[in-house]
């Protein structure tokens, strides 16, 4: 038995040192200074641990350990303004995910209709479009529109991503909610009234899941903010921080910035995680 | 006559309470998503049809021309374009084979009662808030001889040697390896929830029937998982085959063209040589072997488990 123990807390250990190593190897980054870390050989553990790559970010000067100062970084300005737009737009299109998902997953879980399947067809050829090959087309559409560099064509955007994934994955969890439409029916609930007040809240795991993954769907998208808003007054964080990929090469500022984009989705999967235990896709015993 | 009758209906229900028929509550829930629908799918399909069947030229001014097939012809003759298939094959099968292996891993590990049970999954959970740039760039990192682990660690052991994965032989493995990081958690608390479902009675049984842990594991654990995993592996397919921004950020398509997949040729030609008629038809090929794939998926495996 203590075989066992043991070696259960073996593969736990690794499997948590999988999870962490690459984060871990940015957060060491970002704690060097521009001088280590173009040292060769890298070292493991960052010999000046300085927060001078957090403050440069967000347009702070800071003043080094030996007196120097490392000064903000030019792309400080489009960084803060992309925080502010990826909270927006990732609020915004979470909410009207869910509006949108929740009912329509449940149409297609639970009722027969005609047409139902090629619909459902259509759910899935949505998923299954790549988005480098639907960008030329929205791209001419969004010219015509005057919605190039806009939020809302941004949010637009995302929630053709979102609204076909999250159907899909939320149709398999309704099918497993109790069959309790023909007793509310016998009751005299009406079928809005039922949906609304009896599937939904057993249905409140897969609605915190629907959100969550809406969430960092539209938190990280990238392909579509680099060619829509990038360097508009619009650009949402992952299109702030590709700055630093081409013109502004600086590695630990880039290090610390992808640290600060990792913190929202946490803490949003940090309070929903416990309905992620509930999502069973399809019920054994049925 | 039979609209008409329909929203008679519709209208007096109200008053009377009656029940819509299944088909007009679908209607009414699902009509505004269906026209959305209509837009995501319909508008860029047919815009890129228009597309593959011209030439469209920029310089010179701005024209086009109708050429047929030939498009579609181009690209299929175009040994760029078979290459960029079987990276894409290879990519995609090595990175959903590690993202099951690692998901059911983590789902059997975690779904072990232990101290500290919610900090774990926490952590574990981790990867997949970051996003596909963030870990394209932490596994580019990580993988180059002159920034990467490997190397900090054998420096740190007194050795000169600079092992470096941003090869043309290895870095395939590494956008695998770097997928599969991002994509398992998620599979893995799927896979969770179904086993939290297991009755406890089932082992119970399994270990007075004296199974080996084994066969305890492929005739309890495993067949109640089926489902979830057939899902995910169809999931994590057509997830790998639309992978962009990860092979972008982290490769670049690069060395060569050692990574670079249907999705970076796609941007490629699309973006870079502005041969948009090519594109488009390359992009209808890219479609069909999702589709096709994910079809071939259902037809051998997914049939033969209970359906969505």
Redesign the interface.
């Known amino acids: 038995m203590t075989k066992r123990g043991s070696n ?1 807390t073996i ?2 250990a690794i ?2 040192v ?6 871990l ?2 957060v060491r ?1 970002s704690f060097m200074n521009h001088a280590e870390i173009t040292q ?5 553990i960052p010999e000046s641990f300085n927060l001078s790559s957090f403050a440069n970010i967000f347009g702070f000067n800071y003043k080094l350990g030996d007196g120097s100062i490392s000064s903000a970084s030019g792309q400080a300005g489009q960084i803060v303004r992309g925080l502010q737009n990826s909270v927006i737009v990732s609020v915004v299109v979470t909410l009207i995910t869910i509006v ?1 998902v929740v ?2 997953a ?2 297609f ?1 639970r ?4 047409f ?1 399947n090629l ?1 459902l067809n ?17 791209y ?2 969004y010219v015509q529109l005057g919605l190039v560099g806009t939020l809302p064509g941004l949010i637009i955007i995302d ?2 991503t979102t ?2 994934f999250v159907t ?2 939320l ?2 969890y309704f ?1 497993n909610l109790p069959p309790i439409e023909r007793l509310a ?1 016998i009751d ?1 609930f ?2 809005l009234h039922t949906l609304l007040f009896l599937i939904l809240p057993l249905a409140r795991s897969g609605v915190a899941v629907a959100a969550i993954i809406a969430f ?1 769907f539209a ?2 998208e ?2 579509f903010a680099l060619v829509l808003v990038n360097g508009t007054p619009a650009t949402t964080l ?1 299109a702030a ?2 700055g630093f ?1 081409g013109q502004d090469p600086n ?1 630990s500022q ?1 290090a610390a910035c ?1 640290l600060i ?2 913190i929202p ?2 803490l949003v ?2 309070f929903l ?1 416990r309905h ?9 015993v ?1 | 006559m039979a609209t008409m009758t329909d929203k008679k209906s519709l209208g007096r229900s109200r008053l009377k309470r009656r029940e819509l028929t299944d088909g007009q509550f679908a209607l009414m829930i699902g009509l505004p998503v269906i026209l959305l629908l209509v837009v995501i799918v319909a508008y860029p399909l047919v815009y890129s049809g228009w597309m593959a069947f011209h030439r469209i030229m920029f310089f010179g001014g701005y024209r086009t021309k109708f050429v047929g097939f030939k498009n579609f012809q181009t690209v299929l003759t175009d040994p760029e374009f078979w290459w960029c298939t079987w990276v894409t094959v290879r990519f995609t099968l090595e990175s959903v084979i590690l993202t099951m292996l690692l998901g059911l891993a983590i789902g059997l590990l975690l779904n072990r009662p232990s101290r500290f049970g919610g900090l774990w999954r926490t952590l574990v959970f981790l990867p997949w808030c970051v996003s596909l740039y963030g870990a394209g760039l932490m596994f580019a990192y990580l993988a180059r001889g002159q920034t990467g682990l490997p190397t900090a660690v054998l420096a740190h052991l007194g050795m000169k040697q600079v092992p470096d994965f941003m090869t043309t032989r290895s870095i395939i493995e590494v956008l695998a390896i770097g997928s599969s990081w991002t994509m398992a958690p998620l599979v893995g608390f799927f896979v969770l929830a179904n086993l939290k479902t297991i009755p406890r009675r089932l082992y119970d049984l399994a270990a007075i029937d004296q199974l080996t842990p084994l066969e305890t594991f492929w005739n309890v654990t495993l067949p109640p998982l089926r489902f979830t995993l057939f899902v995910f592996t169809s999931i994590a397919t057509v997830l790998s085959m639309k992978l962009f921004d990860f092979i972008f950020v982290l490769s670049d398509g690069g060395p060569g063209d050692a990574s670079s997949t249907l999705t970076y040729q796609l941007y490629k030609v699309s973006f870079k040589n502005l041969n948009l008629g090519y594109g488009a038809a390359m992009s209808f090929f890219l479609l069909f072997l999702i589709i096709g794939s994910t079809m071939g998926l259902y037809l051998v495996w997914g049939r033969r488990e209970k359906q969505i």
């Open positions: 259960f593969a736990m499997l948590i999988w999870s962490l190593l690459p984060i190897w940015f980054m060769f050989p890298p070292h493991i949108i009912p329509l449940y149409v879980s009722l027969d209709f005609r139902k619909l259509c759910v899935l050829l949505a998923v299954a479009i790549p988005p480098v090959s639907t960008l030329i087309p929205f001419t559409m929630l053709t609204v076909p899909w994955m149709i398999g099918r029916r005299g009406s079928r960092l938190w990280n990238f392909t992952p921080i590709s990929l590695p880039l992808i984009t990792i989705p946490a999967a940090f995680q992620l235990g509930e999502m069973n896709l399809a019920d054994p049925r």
